[in-house]
């Protein structure tokens, strides 16, 4: 079996390792010394016996030799490569520079993974800058702050004598300003350090709910199993369970906590757990094959398929939904499919397409930009929340269900592929027609 070029660098470091020189190396397992050094600087490749030869002359594993992190290392400098490609690096000369410089590889790589990382908070950061309501007191307050003291000290500097009774004055007033300007920045940076990371401290009553389900991954084991409960029965584990989110304090958060597990409650009674993964599996997963099974609308069998586990043959379902305004009323992320935090999301999301086509199923492929741009299969659908009335406009919400593309079982789909991004803040996509800001990613920006 043929071995990564990288077997060279580990035949070299156990070659030095144990004193060995090279040419004696080469004589006893049988090839010259130039072509064991071809070998040693990853320009040939040794396998098979030849492999076996080698090790055991180093008194090791061949597999020492052949195997490691060298695939994780060489997926991270290909994929740095592809952030800029108008540099036009030599993508496939990429395990030439991870065997002959693993330090600078290392370094590469670690910076594309720091850049990653620093993209996903820039993006959670802009997110919290437009809708969150504390922090925008708090830079209300540091701009107060610095607007007295540049006042006082332009009275101060400016031409002509100021009494000294006022001078004092002047004086003090810029040293409480100072004092509340300390006060208030270290307020924010303490703000910011606790949401620097995805888990963000809540915000909105809503926001309790949701840093609770990200806990558990959406699944309330509590609320399984209830299907031959009496009502009384599921209204006590309900409270129960609403009694274990931390931070629910007012009344209209718990509405919304309560009414979240009573509908949860509602999909495990009419989808039990133990039956809908049976037909989960009979039906690869297909919402609308799940729907006719159980009688039950496709906004319930889409929650039911995000909110339970995927199995250990399956991956993780995201989900997502909105009312007409397009706020997110359900917010479940997938890895590699960035949700923003409060809505203002790419408006060539299915989801959004769906609210203008009410009961009409849409599927599409997606892909959202980056280095390597990841495809996803998105389904949504588009219902009245409640029973339809003469004298009322319905009230509509949409429901958007996220998979990853590289199931097997999406390898037979055909048709266009739909370029999105997360939120127009911090999509880099040049050229949209539906951009509604600049962004933060993109040199067009500046």
């Known amino acids: 079996m043929t071995q990564s070029r990288l077997t060279g660098s580990r035949i070299r ?35 098979g016996e030849l492999l076996q030869d080698i090790a055991r002359e180093l008194n090791t594993d061949p597999r020492s030799l052949s195997e490691g992190a060298e695939a994780t290392l060489l997926g991270a400098l290909r994929e740095a490569g592809q952030r800029m490609p108008e540099m036009a ?22 910076q594309h993974q720091r850049i990653r990382e620093l993209e996903q908070l820039v993006e959670a950061l802009s997110d919290r800058l437009t809708h969150d309501p504390e922090l925008a007191a708090s830079l209300h307050e540091v701009i107060s702050a610095v607007t007295a003291i540049r006042s006082t000290v332009g009275i101060l500097t400016g031409d002509g004598d100021i009494d000294p009774e006022w001078q004092g004055r002047f004086m003090s007033n810029m040293r409480d300003e ?57 209204s006590a584990s309900i409270d129960t369970l609403v009694a274990k989110v931390g931070g629910v ?26 039956a809908f993964q049976t037909a989960r599996k009979e039906t690869t997963g297909d919402p609308s094959q799940l729907a006719v099974v159980f009688h039950q609308p496709l906004s319930a069998v889409m929650r039911r398929l995000a909110f339970v586990p995927a199995g250990d043959d399956r991956q993780a379902v995201g989900l997502v939904s909105c009312d007409g305004s397009g706020t997110f009323l359900i917010r479940k992320p997938l890895p590699g499919f960035a949700l923003p935090r409060f809505g203002a999301a790419c408006s060539y999301w299915p989801l959004y397409q769906s ?10 492929v997606v892909e959202l930009p980056g280095p390597t741009p990841r495809r ?11 029973a339809l009335r003469f004298d009322l406009p319905p009230v509509l919400e949409a429901f958007m269900m996220i998979e990853p593309l590289e199931d097997t079982r999406f390898s037979d789909l055909d048709g266009p592929v739909l370029p999105v991004g997360s939120s127009c803040r911090v999509c880099p996509r040049s050229g949209c027609a539906a951009r509604r800001e600049a962004s933060l990613l993109s040199a067009d920006s500046e």
């Open 355 to 364: 609210l203008s086509r009410p009961g009409h199923p849409l599927r599409a």
């Open 13 to 47: 470091e156990r070659r030095l390792f144990l004193g060995q020189k090279q040419s004696a190396l080469a004589a006893a397992v049988g090839i010259s010394a130039a072509y064991l050094n071809l070998i040693e600087h990853n320009r040939r490749r040794a396998g």
């Open 376 to 386: 996803f299969l998105c389904q949504a659908i588009c219902l009245p929340r409640e």
């Open 178 to 234: 100072g004092r509340r300007l300390s006060s208030a920045a270290q307020g924010l940076v303490q703000y910011l350090d606790a949401g620097a990371d995805r888990d963000m401290a809540p915000v909105v009553p809503g926001e309790e709910l949701a840093a609770f389900l990200d806990q558990r991954d959406h699944h309330l084991v509590e609320l399984e199993g209830l299907d031959n409960a009496t009502p009384e029965q599921i």
């Open 89 to 110: 690096p030599e993508l496939h000369r990429s395990e030439d520079l991870a065997g002959r410089f693993p330090g600078w590889s290392a370094l590469v790589a670690a």
């Open 249 to 274: 304090e007012t009344t209209s958060a718990k509405d919304v906590v309560r009414q979240h597990f009573q509908q949860y409650a509602e999909d495990a009674v009419a989808m039990p757990l133990s």
